[in-house]
């Protein structure tokens, strides 16, 4: 199958020509024929499936074929990144035509956007506060969208987005287009696709499971020895383009810090860091001036970068759909890539869960040349400020192998 067979308005070659797509992705050939009809859609898709270009070409042969100036389309997405990808992929993909699209995001200044909309822009993709902040200043006006796409929904009821979303949809038209992707299914999402959807048809690719084109492996490793057994691996591994979770901010702050004085060109992302910093985080990590990123799941949602080769679980996630999420950095697009995943022993359960998610046992692995057997650092007799040297290098004082954190979720808005 070739995209000729969607029979998409002539003037979207261009665009799908300049992507150089030879073939549609399933969910690209399952997808598109129902969204050109006209259904609601639900689709579960991990990213990395080609899910954007699936929902974004039958919105753009849809507004060719009407009126301009107002905006038609709208795309609630949970995270800026993600925000700023997909109107990146608009961009391209709408380069024969005139329809054009506005990110709408915080952490920027709202002028632009302001302008934008304004100016009757048809695509709106925005994260849900600064959207609520641009209606209530009555920049942002909906009443005659006629799609609506809310992606990464299980994501945006993670960050705690379900009551701005149900707020935005009040001022959007009962009848319209609803296309709703996400990963996993809970209660919530399935409730929302309910109240929101017109006898959707569904579309269902790799439900929760990773990419085949990632390979997994699991670094069995106590809890005080993460750092050196990471950075032995590190050493061991072909570090061009590695992106390192950690469980928190802090823990990405200071383990990024850590891999730089070991020599490698390190960024992070994570809340804590400003719009700025994390824009040039990820252009500098796309364009492989770092060779490594460290980042906690918030900030790297749904992000697309070519041709990363390693995805390292320096922390295990909270879930194993997050595990899923993670690893769907790597291998995207049918690339093959790596994924690395330190387990402690109380990480036990969780293994278990994915193994059984992936109905797949996960091979365990071990560096012979690693010294397992260094002791846990005793803090107490070092002020609990010292730094103990575990495998000849620095261990950090908090990494102690003690009682977990939940993990972290963002409660904040994306504005
Ligand atoms: P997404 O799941 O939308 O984030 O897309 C993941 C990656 O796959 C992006 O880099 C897309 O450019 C790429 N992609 C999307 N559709 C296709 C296709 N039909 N052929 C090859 N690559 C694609």
Redo the contacts with the bound molecule.
Sequence with gaps: MDFNQFNLDSRLNAGIRS?R?????PI?EAAIPLALAGHDLIGTAQ???????AFVLPILDKLLKGPGKRTRALIITPTRELAAQIHQ?IGILSRGTNIRSVAVYGGVGAGPQIEALHKGTEIVVACPGRLLDHIGSRHAKLGEVEILVLDEADRMLDMGFLPDIKRILKHVPARRQTMLFSATFPKEIERLAQQTMNDPKRVAIGISAPAETVSHTLYPVPQHLKRGLLLKLLDQTRTDSVLIFTRTKHRAQRLAKQIADGGYKVTSLHGNRTQGQRRQAMNGFKKGQYQIMVATDIASR?L?V?GISHVINYDMPGTADDYIHRIGRTG??ERSGEAFTLVTPEDKKLVQKIEDVMSAKLPRQTLPDFNYGSPKPDYSKQNGNAEAKVNGKANGKSNNGTKRNPPHRSKRRAR
């Design positions: 992507v797509f030879q073939k549609p992705t690209q990213t990395g499936t080609g899910k954007t270009a992929t749904g697309d070519d995207r697009a």
